[in-house]
């Protein structure tokens, strides 16, 4: 869109050209007319003066003013219309004599200092102009003089003053004429320009209205009218397009006509489908129902003889056993937790396609969860004669917060992936950290590699299916679901992190996990105990090369001396203060026996640490017979090889049959109910381990009856049995007997998603799944127990149970429970909010994090407490019907806050 239209353009166009052009030329023309008539002027006067200055020698000669006045005044009459005034001065530059008497005659004079001009000079001023010539001596215009270059006599000289009136009247007459002929010439072009606007512009604008009239829909609109050239020919292609358009708007509206009429057909087709379709869907999550029931069922099914083969087998390791009887056991019991483990995988994934699989954040130590890890897959790879090998990277930080169950899980996949696919070598796991933008968070990264069978490209891309291994034939020779690499992806990435394999046939396969974890504390600070290493010299004996650089990571971190042996004679006879020496995973025991005897005769050593692939306690023992050596399993431990190094003596070994010790039991009176003869046994037998009187039975009504005529403190209840199951039992028993406040703890081999929160929500108080745990049973019985702990007269904290949560890590125990009690400052505040109704919105997530935290600090009633509360709130009540339990929580806080004090300061 234009500023200005074509009619203002054409216009402009047409006068613009003309007013330049016409001004230039007048211009050009006045100012050379003035010119012409001003020389003209000049030369005029130059034809008077230069006779009159010569004809006047004489007179001036003579001074004979009188003959000079009647020369000059009859030269002005002559010419007076161009001349005003004549004078004559004397070469002193004083007047002589003038035509007339004029008042401004010293204008004529020549001005002080300036010279009589040999020839004639022209002055302008404003309204005149005056000529001056010199007036030479008679006798200088003789013959000899001109034929010689002097200087003739100048005597005086002559001035005439010319009018310039007349050549003004004239240059006015000519700008009068030519302002008038450039109007005469805009008007011509504003005719013409108006004529070329009427010729053009018109048509044009009716070809506009036509394109419009034909852009609204009015396609029989035509441009009308006479056209000459090139608007013709537009005029022409308008009608022809507008022709255009009309006949494809007709064909357009057929095929839209078309369009509609298969389009109903179509929509009468998709209908049809949808109706297929939601009855199809309708099936699909009918057999998706039942494919969750039947998992679930038989996940029942199969943890229900699991719970007895696992917990009998628990049973009987407590009782006097020989070698191959404690052998048998050790295979079922793995036997048993294999099929567990599947049963696990299946169900997990199943949890992640679901999308209800919930991570727990907690704090967790780095390092002892990956100990534990590698602890529990060593055996696999002893078996195989694989040299496993951890390395942890400095700086490592001491605690951090995430889902360690989940964590241990994904490493133990790769891991034992790794194991089982490496049929000789080595496998190496190395946990590092990497720096991350967010100072909160730290990067963990975790590389694991073997030197198995490894994976083509085809391979690779069939990884993470479902169900699927490398190829039939690895699932026929190695076994397993295929879910375990599926699991670990999903969780990771379930964690924000990520994972990379790169792998080549027959050279191994390496997996990078990095995986972000929220930081809960630096790196701790270091032991008394450590620092007594620094400085000490230690001769490092290790071929294999992923384990030697784990352990120079380690003496390297306690700041020893390492010496590394490649050759045995190198040091013959020197003095350390210890000797790390690795062997091999062929390695037979007779060499490591000779070789142990042979390091003890050239060496001055205080001790000697041996790094064997092998778990055997029979092994270790024969070798730890010489009290300066300590035997440990590969992959090297850190608290292991620390507390070796430390220890001034190994500690004895023992070989009789430990002495049965009589075991404190609760003061609790329990009723276990389960309809399966074994399950029930098996329960009963762990109850009586731990509580004084237990009473069972086989189904929910026997149970019913039970709990009307004797008071319970807890009853652990099966949920599936018949004539009456679980649920309905615990809601008689809550409603009609004297156990209405009694706690009843659903047991139970269903794991699906949602089956704790739907047995809760049904009116049990607590969830005890199969397997049967003995330590979480344990747990349980003082969670609802109402019994008072006696140690060191405290009631809240229980210090045995905290210590257990962190496998005995006193520093961590403290620790922890020293941020729970930091966290009450916190949390405080908006729990009095929430129990005075005027803060909700955050309650449920406080409560969760509160109860996380008090998970791993031996607190069973803040836990208790908080479990219930979570439970209460998820079911949708406002948080102002649990006001007594909020305070409640808050009584219970601030006891935990009390007792701590004195608890820490009993650990410290």
Not at 473 to 481: A, D, E, F, P, V
Request: proline fraction near 4%; aromatic fraction near 6%.
């Amino acid at each position: 869109m234009t500023k200005y239209g074509l009619r203002a353009r054409v216009l402009a166009f047409t006068i613009i050209p003309t007013l330049l052009i016409g001004t230039l030329l007048a211009g050009y023309f006045i100012f050379h007319r003035h010119q012409q008539i001003e020389n003209f002027m000049i030369e005029q006067g130059t034809s008077v003066i230069e006779p009159l200055a010569i004809a006047s020698e004489y007179g001036l000669t003579r001074s004979s003013r009188e003959d000079l006045r009647r020369l000059i005044s009859t030269s002005h009459r002559r010419n007076s219309p161009l001349i005003k005034s004549i004078a004559i001065f004397t070469k002193d530059n004083n007047l002589f004599v003038t035509s007339n008497f004029h008042r401004d005659f010293m204008q004529m004079r020549l001005p002080e200092g300036r010279s009589i001009p040999e020839l004639t000079s022209v002055e302008h001023l404003d309204d005149y102009i005056i000529l001056r010539t010199p007036i030479l001596a008679e006798n200088s215009l003789s013959e000899t003089s001109l034929q010689t270059s002097s200087t003739p006599e100048v005597i005086g000289y002559m001035a005439i003053q010319l009018n310039i009136d007349r050549s003004v009247i004239a240059q006015y007459r000519d700008t009068a004429t030519a302002i008038f002929i450039v109007l005469l010439g805009l008007i011509m072009s504003l005719f013409f320009g108006l004529n070329l606007v009427h010729v053009v512009i018109e048509p044009i604008n009716r070809m506009v209205r036509a394109v419009y009239h034909i852009r609204e829909g009015r396609l029989d609109t035509r441009v009308r009218g006479k056209m000459d050239g090139e608007l013709d020919m537009l005029k022409n292609g308008i009608n022809a397009m507008a022709k255009a358009i009309s006949e494809y708007h007709n064909e357009m509206q057929q095929s839209i006509d078309q369009a509609t009429s298969d389009l109903r057909e179509t929509l009468e087709q998709i209908e049809i489908q949808n109706v297929e379709l939601d009855m199809a869907k309708k099936r699909a999550q009918e057999a998706a129902r039942i494919k969750s029931e039947f998992l679930a069922n038989m996940s029942h099914e199969l943890r229900t003889p699991l719970n007895g083969v696992i917990g009998f087998t628990r049973q009987l390791f407590k009782t006097q056993l020989s070698l191959h009887q404690r052998d048998y056991l050790s295979t079922i019991e793995h036997s048993a937790k294999n099929l567990l483990s599947i049963i696990n995988d299946i169900l997990d994934f199943s949890k992640l396609e679901a999308g209800k699989l919930t991570l727990e954040n907690i704090p967790f130590n780095i390092r002892e969860m990956i100990n534990d890890t590698v602890t529990l897959l060593a055996p696999s790879a002893h078996d195989k004669k694989l040299e496993l090998s951890l390395l942890v990277s400095q700086p490592m930080p001491d605690l951090v917060a995430g889902d360690p169950l989940r964590l241990q899980q994904i490493i133990t996949n790769i891991v034992g992936n790794a194991i089982k696919f490496t049929e000789q070598g080595m496998v190496n796991i190395h946990v590092s950290t990497t720096p991350s933008i967010d100072q909160q968070k730290v990067l963990l990264r975790f590389r694991i590699r073997d030197t198995g069978i490894g994976m083509d490209d085809e391979q690779l891309m069939r990884l993470f299916q479902p169900f699927i291994q490398g190829d039939s034939s690895i699932s026929r020779r190695y076994g397993g679901t295929g879910l375990g690499l599926v699991i670990s992806q999903k969780l990771i990435e379930q964690m924000d992190g990520s994972m990379q394999v790169h792998s080549e046939p027959n050279q191994g396969s390496e997996f990078t996990i990095t995986m972000p974890l929220e930081l809960v504390s630096e790196e701790g600070n270091i032991p008394a105990e450590q620092l007594l290493l620094a400085g000490k010299n230690v001769l490092l004996w290790e071929n294999a090369i992923w384990s030697r650089e784990s352990c120079l990571s380690l003496l390297n971190e306690w700041k020893m001396q390492t010496v590394l042996e490649n050759d045995e004679q190198t040091y013959a006879g020197a003095s350390f203060y210890a000797m790390i020496i690795g062997f091999a995973p062929e390695t037979p025991t007779e060499q490591i026996q000779h070789a142990v005897d042979l390091c003890l005769q050239r060496y001055q050593l205080d001790k000697l640490i041996v790094l064997i692939n092998s778990s055997d306690p029979t092994l270790h023992e024969k070798l730890m017979q010489n009290n300066k050596i300590y035997s440990l399993s590969k992959p090297v431990i850190h608290s292991k090889l620390l507390q070796a190094l430390l220890q001034p003596l190994p500690p004895i070994q023992i070989l009789a049959e430990p002495a049965e010790q009589q075991k404190e039991k609760l003061p609790l009176r329990i009723l276990a109910v389960d309809d399966n003869p074994a399950n029930l046994k098996l329960i009963v037998a762990l109850l009586n381990d731990l509580v004084d009187e237990v009473h069972s039975c086989q189904d929910g009504h026997l149970a019913v009856s039970l709990a009307e005529k004797t008071r319970f403190d807890i009853i652990f209840m099966d949920v599936q049995m018949p004539i009456m199951d679980g649920i309905q039992a615990c809601q008689i028993i809550h409603q009609n007997t004297c156990n209405k406040l009694t706690p009843i703890i659903a047991v139970t081999a269903h794991a699906s998603p949602g089956e704790r929160e739907r047995l809760m929500s049904s009116g049990m108080d607590e969830y005890l799944s199969k397997p049967i745990d003995e330590i979480q049973l344990k747990r349980l019985l003082l969670q609802f127990s109402d019994l008072k702990s006696t140690a060191a007269g405290l009631t809240f904290i229980d210090w045995n149970l905290a210590l257990e949560k962190v496998k005995g890590n006193e520093a961590l125990a403290r620790d922890m429970l020293q941020m729970l009690v930091a966290s009450f400052d916190e949390i405080t505040p908006m729990i009095e909010a929430s129990a005075a109704g005027t803060e909700c919105a955050d309650l449920l997530d406080t409560i969760h994090k509160l109860r996380g935290g008090a998970a791993y600090c031996g607190v069973p009633q803040l836990q208790a407490s908080c479990a219930g509360l979570e439970q209460g709130l998820r079911s949708g009540l406002s948080c102002s019907a649990f006001e007594p339990e909020l305070l409640e929580l808050l009584d219970i806080m601030a006891a935990v806050k009390e007792e701590s004090a004195k608890w820490l300061e009993q650990a410290g």
